[in-house]
Each structure stands twice: as structure tokens, then as C-alpha cells.
């Protein structure tokens, strides 16, 4: 991970500047640089994974083009092939092909070429344009703002950056480019033109070469390189994918859980010796959940229920993994459930709906399941790759037929279960084993200990009148208007860069009085989190 921030102004306080700056200096300890280009100030902290050298260290700078990316370029050395004619490159940095490929494209298909997760700002001399892009998923953060003073834009890592310099701050949307004065979608990764109707046996055989692909390409790094395992399905594929794909390359690998009944500790440990990973468990408690409750929510910028709850293990596991290990970059499983469905969508009442759900929860995955594994890894000086959010894999799958989804086989994700049953990369009861929400999974006690502590914080009346304090997205339970006052207390009114609680559909029948976004309320839990 690395931070930035650009402001589009010929005159502007740079100690003010590098104020802002600092805020994201935990996205990027490595080394910072700040270059004022006149009417254009860019700011860049770095966290090196490619290049490890002062060669790669950015703004990258070319031909009267100015630029800063927080990304991965995965089709970096396709991409250096294409343009080996045009360009000398000057570093190993995969970010470097960057300007060449604006230059000889321009940005609209610049940005279709790239396989990547980005976020970029340019600044053009020629144009004197600003332009700026993010990934199709978002798995890049990125926000964008109006000078208090002046109006002009800005554009930074993260919002806190902005909320140094900017009065109106917004989400970047993911997908689309900005072209100096409009945002333009070049990539809806949710949309699919075309539906195949393949059998399963294609079906599964696609999803496991897309899959096995986007490991590939992202166990590639010039830092060490690390693997989050819950024990739960995505996370221990892919483990499994890049065991198989490197059989002799050691492999590390990390878990948290609660100290009352973790429920997955026990399935993270089977997969780490089955696939003989050096394995580390961590425990936290609950003074360790409550004592980091400000700082998670400072570093999501969210106020939302289920991604504090699900964050604040995944924090505290990252913070361990930073203090006690030279790792740089965590492997993720994030991603998967909106494809392949939730234990909710088993309530979808029919295709089109379920896969018009999975179509909304993909676009939104950039303030939520996608925000969290950025800012929990980010926030403690790590980078993280999510293979399930690869580019050719979610249109893959997005392309099939969503009846073929939907959980008609008495197995959730079946699909994904199918394309890698019997070839020894987990298991049996690992790959069929259901799922459990993470801030389930963790331990039960987690989300008992918040609600407990929201209770001891909260009268009921306080939950009546919270519509008083706060108009939009109204909290609803103590625990929810815990969040949203902390929320308030970092980002006063700012509420609407996230868009709803993330909830199950209450447009369906089946749901329509589900009162809590985790899916241990649902009658379908079952096994789930045992």
C-alpha cells in the first residue's frame, strides 16, 4: 500500500500541505516526497514492493507528465512489451509503464488495458489537465474534493487526508476516470452482456483456471509476502492455490481468534498442516477488541455495523503481523461472497434477483467487505492483493448463468466448492465446511462484547431520539449509534460517503424483519458457526 495526495493549486500552504499528507503516513512508512509541479502539488508515502530501490519511488515523472499510483500492475511486463519501442524504462517498478501508456493511448484506454488495482493522479503540462482513475472493483481507495478556499480539486488515499484541505469530500466511484472535468465509467465489472448457460462441469473448470491465474499473478512481489487464513473457504483456496503453485517456496500464514470459543482457529490450523505453512495464531480479548474500537473506525472511515465488527480482528491481526514479522503484503480472500452468494441470497426469490443482488453488492464492495481489507492491512504498513477480485475472474463469473448460483445443491457456493473438490488442494471438510461471518468467526464473543458494552454506553431513549442527531442512516440499536458518534467525532458530517448499513435484502419476503446484518440471525445458519 502507499498514500497520496494531489491538490490542484498554483498557490497553496505547504506546510498545510504535508500536514495532510502525514495523516496517511501509515499507508507508506518507507519513504515520502513531495514535489510542488506549480499548478499542481503531489505528495507521495511509500510502501515499497516493487523496486524495493529509490528508482521506484514516485512521482514518476516523463515527457511533461507528472504521476502518483497506489497499485499493482499486474500485466506490467505485457504492458513494457508494448511499449519497449516507444519508452526506456528506467526501474522495475510495475507502475513505471504508467505514463508511457497515457501518452501513447490516452487515458480512456489506458485505463481498459490495465489489470490491475489502482488508484492514479496525472498531471498533463501539454493539457493542463488533472485526470485521475481507480480500479473497477476499488480495491485502491481513493476520494476526491473542493478546496475550502478555492474550489479547485483534490484527490488523496483516503478521506482524511481531505478532511485537511477540503470542505465537500466524496468517494472516487470505482471503474471510472476523472477527464478533467466530468467522471467517466470505463469498466462496470458487475455488468455482463453476455450469460453463458455452460454446464457445471465448464462452469467449475473456468472458475478454477480463472482462479489458479489471479493467484499467479499476485504472489509476485520484491518484499515478503504473507497469507491471512481464517480457516473459512476463500481464504484457505487461496492458500492452497499458491502451495500448489509453489510447492518449495515457504509459506507463512496467520489467524487471530477470541479467547472464548474461536470458532475457526481450529479450521485455520488443519489447512496450515495440510499444507505445511509456518502458522501463527494469535488471541485477542475483549479489552483488546473495545481498546481498539476508536482506532478501527478511524482508520475505516466508516460508521457501518458489520464492517466494524468483522474489522476489528482483522486489524488486530494485522497489527500483530506488523509488529512481530518483516512481512510487507497479505494475501486476502475477500470478495468471493458477492459473487458467489451469501448464506442470505439462499432466499433470493428467483436468478434475476439473485443475480441483480450479487450485481449491487460487487458495486458496492468499495465501502464495505473491500474497504475493510484495505484500511485493517493499510493502516498497519501492509499492502494486500485479493485474487477473487481479479479482473477476468469476476467477469467470468459474473457471465454465468445465475441460476446455476444459486444454492439449489443443499451446498452454499457450490460452484466454487466443485472447481477444486478432488485434487488434493484442501480437505474434504474444509471445502464443504459452511461458512461463518468473520466477526463470527472469530469467536461469538466478539459481538456480544460490543453489544454489551453499547448497552452499558446507551439508554433506550437514546436510540429513539438518535434520528435527532442524525437524519441520515439513522442508528437503530445502541451498538449502531456507538459507532456513528465516534464516526461524528473523526468525520463531523460526513456520514454520506457510506450509503446504507450493509443488511441482507429486506425486499424479500423471507428477510423482511432481519434486524442485524449478521448471518447468524438467519434460519439458515445452521452449521455455520460451529
Not at 501509515?26 to 511509500?46: A, S
Not at 446455476?404 to 451446498?411: A, R, S
Request: hydrophobic share 35%; net charge negative.
Amino acid at each position: 500500500m502507499c498514500g497520496f495526495l494531489t491538490v490542484s493549486a498554483e498557490k497553496y500552504d505547504m506546510t498545510k500541505f504535508k500536514q495532510a499528507l502525514a495523516c496517511d503516513e501509515r499507508r507508506g512508512p518507507d519513504m515520502t516526497w513531495v514535489e510542488d509541479q506549480g499548478p499542481v502539488k503531489f505528495g507521495f508515502n511509500r510502501l515499497a514492493i516493487m523496486d524495493l530501490s529509490a528508482d521506484g519511488m514516485q512521482p514518476f515523472q516523463y515527457d511533461g507528465v507528472t504521476l502518483v499510483c497506489n497499485g499493482e500492475i499486474y500485466n506490467y511486463h505485457e504492458l513494457e512489451d508494448n511499449l519497449k519501442d516507444d519508452y526506456q524504462f528506467k526501474s522495475t517498478s510495475d507502475c513505471e509503464v504508467l505514463i508511457p501508456l497515457y501518452k501513447k493511448y490516452g487515458m480512456d484506454v489506458m485505463c481498459k488495458m490495465l489489470d490491475a488495482e489502482f488508484a492514479l493522479v496525472l498531471y498533463d503540462q501539454t493539457t493542463q489537465q488533472v485526470l485521475a482513475a481507480r480500479d473497477p472493483i476499488g480495491i485502491r481507495p481513493m476520494f476526491y474534493g473542493y478546496l475550502t478556499e478555492t474550489d479547485q480539486i483534490a484527490f488523496a488515499s483516503t478521506a482524511k487526508s481531505l478532511m485537511e484541505v477540503c470542505d465537500r469530500i466524496y468517494p472516487f466511484p470505482p471503474g471510472h476516470y476523472y477527464d478533467g472535468e466530468k467522471f467517466v465509467c470505463y469498466n462496470d465489472p458487475a455488468f455482463s452482456p453476455k450469460i453463458r448457460t455452460a454446464s457445471v462441469a465448464e462452469a467449475t473448470e473456468g472458475i478454477r483456471l480463472r482462479l489458479v491465474d489471479a493467484v499467479q499473478k499476485r504472489i509476485h512481489a520484491d518484499a515478503p509476502l504473507g497469507y491471512l487464513l481464517s480457516g473459512g473457504l476463500d481464504s484457505s483456496l487461496v492458500c492452497a492455490i499458491a502451495k500448489k503453485l509453489s510447492p518449495d517456496v515457504p509459506m507463512r500464514t496467520f489467524a487471530i481468534g477470541m479467547d472464548r470459543n474461536p470458532i475457526d482457529l481450529k479450521y485455520a490450523r488443519e489447512v496450515a498442516d495440510y499444507l505445511e505453512t509456518d502458522h501463527t495464531e494469535f488471541i485477542m480479548t475483549r479489552e483488546d477488541v473495545l481498546g481498539a474500537l476508536r482506532d478501527v473506525i478511524y482508520a475505516l472511515e466508516t460508521w457501518d455495523i458489520t464492517t466494524i465488527r468483522a474489522s476489528l480482528g482483522m486489524y488486530l491481526l494485522c497489527k500483530k503481523i506488523h509488529e512481530n514479522s518483516d512481512l510487507k503484503v497479505l494475501m486476502t480472500g475477500e470478495c468471493s461472497d458477492e459473487m458467489f452468494g451469501y448464506k442470505y441470497t439462499d432466499y433470493a426469490p428467483s436468478p434475476a434477483e439473485f443475480q441483480k443482488e450479487s450485481q449491487k453488492r460487487i458495486r458496492e464492495l468499495y465501502m464495505y467487505d473491500v474497504l475493510r481489507a484495505d484500511r485493517c492491512i493499510s493502516s498497519n504498513s501492509l499492502e494486500g492483493r485479493v485474487p477473487f477480485a481479479d479482473r477476468d475472474f469476476v467477469r467470468y463469473v459474473m457471465s454465468l448463468d445465475p441460476a446455476m448460483k444459486m444454492n439449489v445443491y443443499g451446498k452454499g457456493k457450490y460452484l466454487l466448492r466443485q472447481a477444486f473438490a478432488g485434487q488434493d488442494y484442501l480437505p474434504d471438510d474444509i471445502l464443504l465446511r459452511e461458512k461463518a461471518a468473520f466477526s463470527d468467526a472469530v469467536g461469538h464473543s466478539l459481538v456480544d462484547d460490543l453489544k454489551e458494552y453499547a448497552e452499558s454506553q446507551y439508554t433506550d431513549e437514546d436510540v429513539v431520539k438518535a434520528g435527532e442527531k442524525y437524519a441520515y442512516c439513522t442508528p437503530f440499536t445502541k451498538e449502531s449509534l456507538l459507532y456513528r458518534d465516534i464516526f461524528e467525532e473523526f468525520f463531523p458530517g460526513k456520514a454520506e460517503w457510506i450509503k446504507d448499513f450493509w443488511m441482507p435484502n429486506k425486499e424479500w419476503d423471507a428477510l423482511k424483519d432481519v434486524d442485524d446484518p449478521s448471518a447468524r440471525v438467519l434460519k439458515n445458519y445452521g452449521d455455520s458457526g460451529k
